[in-house]
Structures are given as structure tokens and as C-alpha cells.
T-cell receptor, first 111, second 120 residues
Framework: GESVGLHLPTLSVQEGDNSIINCAYSNSASDYFIWYKQESGKGPQFIIDIRSNMDKRQGQRVTVLLNKTVKHLSLQIAATQPGDSAVYFCAEKNYGQNFVFGPGTRLSVLP | ETGVTQTPRHLVMGMTNKKSLKCEQHLGHNAMYWYKQSAKKPLELMFVYNFKEQTENNSVPSRFSPECPNSSHLFLHLHTLQPEDSALYLC???????????????????FGPGTRLTVT
């Protein structure tokens, strides 16, 4: 069946460096993807999304890249800050309004 | 604040108890969701409601019973749970529906803070 998975369960970066969080998906028919950020004690928070007819989308300090050839999604965070420490999930729109979520990557920002 | 509130934030219950989780959204959305988040599995979709109608039941055991009296409120009734049901239960909402906002905004889900459930 479809699955969304993350290559790295944990990621530690120095403050100020760029972070790259990766995600692999298996359903080539998926047409929409979202990255969520979840801080301790809170629910997931929308960061950025991308449709399958795009390769790249930029937000404030964040960029999502989509490679449909290898079914790979990544989230790039520029100039990582302590407030970026959280668990990051990718989510793949399965059908209707239903999403399949990846297991998450914990990002730790080192001072 | 995301505009989605959940109560209680923490709940401890025995396997013979009956309790309910409540979710309320103040965003004017038409779709609401229940998710289960446990340490061992990715976020799992449980139920989806669109315009108060249940449109998805993701093979959830009958000891979980959802209720959606209106588009702003969603409940999850719990009875005779098992210890493995201990998890964080998250509610979310989205604009959803047909003819709603065009494009991807229709699918963007706003999550509440969750209820941490412990079954003893």
C-alpha cells in the first residue's frame, strides 16, 4: 500500500546553518504534499505545501522541493534558529481529503 | 493559537470507564478530523466529517465512537479502551467541501493541541 517515510529520524544542526529534511513517498499518483512542524505539547502546524505540478516552492526561510521521478520530497530551512527545533512531518494527499503522514524527523538546533 | 481547541488536554481512564473528547473549531471550516498519534506509529487518520457527515472511518475499532453535531464541534466517545489505545488524540479541521476555497487551501488542516490519553 501507499507509505510515506523519512530517511532520517533525527537531525542535529548548528544554529545559523541550513537544514534539509527528507521524505520518500510511494504513491506516484499523489498530487499534493504538505510539511508540518510539531513542537512539544502542540499539534502539527502547517509550514508549506506543494502541488505535484511544481518542483519547488518557497516560503519564509523554507523551501520545499519535489522530485517526482524518484518520489522524493525535501524541506529546506535556511539559517536554522533555536525556535525551529521540533518534529517535522511530510504528508501526502492520498485521496479525497485524506493524508498519509510520515513518521517524522526530529530537528535539534545546537547553539 | 490555531483556532482549534481540544478538551481535556490530559485524560487518564480505566478500561471500564466511558469518557469523551471534545474538539471545537472557530475557523468556519466544513471538515473535521480525528487522528491518533502514538510513539510507535506515524500520525493515523481515524475519522473524517464533511458538513457533519462522516465520510471516512479508517477501520477504527467500535470502542471509539465519533459524533459531529455541527460543523464546529466534534466529539470522540471512548468506552472499554485498551492500554494500547494510550496516545495523543489530535483533532483537525479544514475548509473542505465542494465549491469551497479553490486550490490547496481546501486541504490545509489546522490541528488542535491534542488530548493526551492514558488507559490504565
Amino acid at each position: 500500500g501507499e507509505s510515506v517515510g523519512l530517511h532520517l529520524p533525527t537531525l542535529s544542526v548548528q544554529e545559523g546553518d541550513n537544514s534539509i529534511i527528507n521524505c520518500a513517498y510511494s504513491n506516484s499518483a499523489s498530487d499534493y504534499f504538505i510539511w508540518y512542524k510539531q513542537e512539544s505539547g502542540k499539534g502539527p502546524q502547517f509550514i508549506i505545501d506543494i502541488r505535484s505540478n511544481m518542483d519547488k516552492r518557497q516560503g519564509q526561510r523554507v523551501t520545499v522541493l519535489l522530485n517526482k521521478t524518484v518520489k522524493h520530497l525535501s524541506l529546506q530551512i535556511a539559517a536554522t534558529q533555536p525556535g525551529d527545533s521540533a518534529v517535522y512531518f511530510c504528508a501526502e494527499k492520498n485521496y479525497g481529503q485524506n493524508f498519509v503522514f510520515g513518521p517524522g524527523t526530529r530537528l535539534s538546533v545546537l547553539p | 493559537e490555531t483556532g482549534v481547541t481540544q478538551t481535556p488536554r490530559h485524560l487518564v481512564m480505566g478500561m471500564t470507564n466511558k469518557k469523551s473528547l471534545k474538539c471545537e473549531q472557530h475557523l468556519g471550516h466544513n471538515a473535521m478530523y480525528w487522528y491518533k498519534q502514538s510513539a510507535k506509529k506515524p500520525l493515523e487518520l481515524m475519522f473524517v466529517y464533511n458538513f457533519k457527515e462522516q465520510t471516512e472511518n479508517n477501520s477504527v475499532p467500535s470502542r471509539f465512537s465519533p459524533e459531529c453535531p455541527n460543523s464546529s464541534h466534534l466529539f470522540l466517545h471512548l468506552h472499554t479502551l485498551q492500554p494500547e489505545d494510550s496516545a495523543l488524540y489530535l483533532c483537525a479541521s479544514s475548509q473542505g467541501g465542494q465549491g469551497a476555497a479553490s486550490g490547496s487551501k481546501r486541504y490545509e488542516q489546522y490541528f488542535g493541541p491534542g488530548t493526551r490519553l492514558t488507559v490504565t
